[in-house]
């Protein structure tokens, strides 16, 4: 009888973490953007927050207010928003080796920076300034429509560059990404 009621906490505790592992049914699930660029992979891994709040399903204005001006934003929710390249990259005119890094967001209302840091694998709101590898500014646009949920994507130009977009709300800010040579 132990045994067999042994075996069926596991077998529960087992069905629960597993369970609690699907990341696809937080209120924020997991995205990802990739882009091939001369036979070279670039991944970024974050998760889409939807603009209505996942307690009471009422809109929330987005920066400036959940996102504040001024303040390091962790790009998404959740786990840190991650870059994965295979290749060097020039993002926004400055060398990335390749490698694996996590990806902030500086917004303000003059402009945006783009956080490059070299530590990985923090949960999203574990920065730490002096793993910066770089800032990058980037380019902020009105978004043509309302974007919802959260979206980081890549708009392939050539064989060897690409446009990362992050946009939500009203606000799409972008920077150019392109194969080191």
Do not use: C
Not at 78 to 106: C, Q, R
Not at 117 to 134: C, N, V
Not at 150 to 169: C, P, Q, R, Y
């Amino acid at each position: 009888m132990r045994k067999t009621l042994l075996v069926m906490f596991v077998l529960i505790a087992f069905t629960f973490a597993t369970a609690q592992q699907d990341k696809s049914k937080r209120p924020s699930p997991p995205g990802t953007a990739e882009v091939t660029l001369s036979g070279h992979k670039i991944t970024v891994d974050y998760s889409r927050p939807k603009i209505a709040d996942p307690k009471t399903g009422q809109p929330r204005k987005i920066f400036g207010a959940l996102v504040p001006y001024g303040q390091v934003w962790r790009t998404g929710a959740n786990e840190a928003t991650s870059l994965k390249t295979d290749a060097a990259l020039d993002i926004g005119g400055t060398a990335v080796p390749a490698g694996s890094y996590t990806l902030f967001t500086l917004p303000s209302e003059s402009g945006w920076k783009l956080i490059i840091s070299k530590k990985t694998g923090e949960w999203g709101t574990a920065y730490d300034e002096k793993q910066d590898l770089a800032r990058v500014s980037m380019k902020v646009d009105k978004a043509s429509k309302t974007v919802d949920p959260f979206t980081i994507s890549f708009d392939k130009k050539s064989e060897t560059e690409a446009v990362l977009h992050v946009a939500w709300e009203n606000t799409d800010a972008s920077v150019p990404v392109k194969l080191k040579k």
